[in-house]
């Protein structure tokens, strides 16, 4: 089993063995055994508090064998606005929920609760389940990364 340790830059150019798939969830657990798309057995043991993004590159510790984390597709619900305002005002209920959210310029997602999803359709947004990528803030202290998809 391979155990990787060492976060590398992302780079679309980098050879890597294998892609591992994790839900927004399990990218935070930063010491846990997966199974990669393959069915291989690998282990994180990363610092604790790493949280890891779509396109990490990951080295194993004694061979060198890189793997790429991809987000995983998973239920979400994606909630628009006709307005940007509208939008920001339910990114700060939510906020004020400690609701993980994923932020963009025209939609906001996260995890599905029937409760929050009455809160944002009586707020006047659109909801829609799907089954997408979820990739949360990390929060004001957590580590900032960037949104180059947005």
Partial sequence: MLTFTQRKPPNTDTPVTSI????????TRSRHRFETEDGELV?????????????DILQDETSGS?????????????????TAIDLLRAAY???NRHVPVEI????????????????LEQLGLEVKEETAPF?????AYG????????
């Fill in 43 to 55: 282990f994180l043991r990363l610092p604790r508090g790493t949280v890891l993004w779509d396109g």
């Fill in 143 to 150: 580590h900032h990364h960037t949104h180059e998809s947005h």
């Fill in 20 to 27: 591992l798939a994790l839900t927004a969830e399990e990218r």
């Fill in 135 to 139: 990739q949360p803030e990390t929060g």
């Fill in 104 to 119: 963009t310029a025209t939609y906001l997602r996260l995890s599905p609760d029937p409760v929050l999803r009455v809160m």
């Fill in 93 to 95: 209920h939510l906020g």
């Fill in 66 to 82: 890189l793997i790429k984390i991809a987000a995983k597709s998973e239920p979400v619900f994606t909630v628009t606005a006709q």
